[in-house]
């Protein structure tokens, strides 16, 4: 080795060595960075399974909230039928006018008070069935909106 290459060989060994530690470093920083962004996505599809499964959730409330309304709507018309053709069967067997009168005023009264109170049982479910659909959903943004104050 030449006296020039001795002199340089110290700062060529330091450059060598800065390189060694600038490549250490890069690999080490991307490394973090894509288990970060793995991390990341990680957990996005978790909160995107989660969301789907409150969405389902929250149709299959709202589904069983619109079949129990049906059914209650399918007995009621039928009872309200049922008392129909009764009520038209004592008013055809009226022998006087103030009897069909009375037979009439006492099955308005009747079917005024069943409607106003199937009516009450009908709000009741759907207020039931409206409060179990939106519960899922509500408890996705509860979880988002504390996961946002978290990070602040």
Same mark, same amino acid.
């Given at each position: 080795?030449?006296?020039?290459?001795?002199?340089?060989?110290?700062?060529?060994?330091?450059?060598?060595?800065?390189?060694?530690?600038?490549?250490?470093?890069?690999?080490?920083?991307?490394?973090?960075?894509?288990?970060?962004?793995?991390?990341?996505?990680?957990?996005?599809?978790?909160?995107?399974?989660?969301?789907?499964?409150?969405?389902?959730?929250? &149709? /299959? #409330? *709202?589904?069983?909230? +619109?079949? %129990?309304?049906?059914? $209650?709507?399918?007995?009621?018309?039928? @009872? =309200? !039928?049922?008392?129909? &053709? /009764? #009520? *038209?069967?004592?008013? +055809?067997? %009226?022998?006087?006018? $103030?009897?069909?009168?009375?037979?009439? @005023? =006492? !099955?308005?009264?009747?079917?005024?008070?069943?409607?106003?109170?199937?009516?009450?049982?009908?709000?009741?479910?759907?207020?039931?069935?409206?409060?179990?659909?939106?519960?899922?959903?509500?408890?996705?943004?509860?979880?988002?909106?504390?996961?946002?104050?978290?990070?602040?």
């Amino acid at each position: 080795m030449d006296a020039a290459a001795k002199t340089l060989k110290p700062e060529v060994d330091a450059a060598k060595a800065t390189a060694e530690q600038m490549t250490t470093a890069a690999n080490t920083a991307f490394k973090d960075g894509v288990e970060k962004t793995l991390a990341a996505v990680s957990e996005a599809n978790t909160h995107s399974k989660k969301n789907l499964e409150a969405v389902v959730a929250s &149709v /299959t #409330a *709202a589904t069983k909230g +619109a079949e %129990a309304l049906g059914a $209650q709507a399918v007995a009621y018309s039928k @009872s =309200a !039928f049922e008392t129909q &053709v /009764t #009520a *038209a069967k004592a008013l +055809a067997g %009226a022998k006087t006018p $103030q009897e069909l009168f009375e037979l009439q @005023s =006492a !099955f308005a009264k009747g079917a005024f008070e069943t409607y106003v109170s199937e009516l009450g049982k009908m709000s009741e479910t759907f207020a039931a069935s409206f409060k179990d659909s939106f519960k899922p959903i509500n408890e996705r943004v509860s979880d988002a909106v504390s996961k946002l104050q978290a990070t602040r």
